[in-house]
């Protein structure tokens, strides 16, 4: 490690991994904390269903299928419908594109991934 680089590692389960990503990036989409806990559900539900669905329609299908979104809502304790505003707040951001989340949002791990990293280059411009 050089003089001018910090690291920081971060035990997670895979679950709060993508939460903390989405975390992590809040100066780049700027969404809400309610936003983001369904983004990165649907991230995580994405993630644990590309192992076994290869095709990406059925894939994306079945992010967005009634039984993730109920699931979803369990865990976020929400209603169906307060769900579905969340979603077509998500879908006016360009976070969600006909649905499928925008590949900006999808952090690209292997199947069996044991850690992602993320780099932050600071250009300072301006040594005042």
């Known amino acids: 490690m050089k003089a ?13 991994f993508f ?4 975390e992590i990036m809040t100066p780049f989409h700027k969404l809400a904390p309610r936003h983001q ?23 994306w299908k079945s992010v967005f299928d009634y039984d993730t979104k109920i699931l979803i809502c369990d865990e976020l304790n929400v209603q169906q419908a307060g769900l579905e505003n969340l979603l077509s707040q998500l879908r006016k951001k360009n976070v969600v594109i006909n649905n499928q989340i925008s590949p ?3 952090p690209v791990l292997t199947k069996n991934a044991k850690s992602f990293n993320i780099q932050f280059n600071f250009n300072i411009i301006d040594n005042e």
């Open 37 to 59: 806990r369904v983004l990165a559900l649907l991230l995580y539900y994405h993630f644990q269903l590309q192992k076994e669905i290869t095709n990406n329609k059925i894939l």
């Open 19 to 22: 939460f903390r990503y989405v």
């Open 104 to 106: 900006a949002y999808i």
């Open 4 to 16: 001018n680089e910090k690291i920081a590692n971060i035990n997670t389960k895979l679950k709060t």
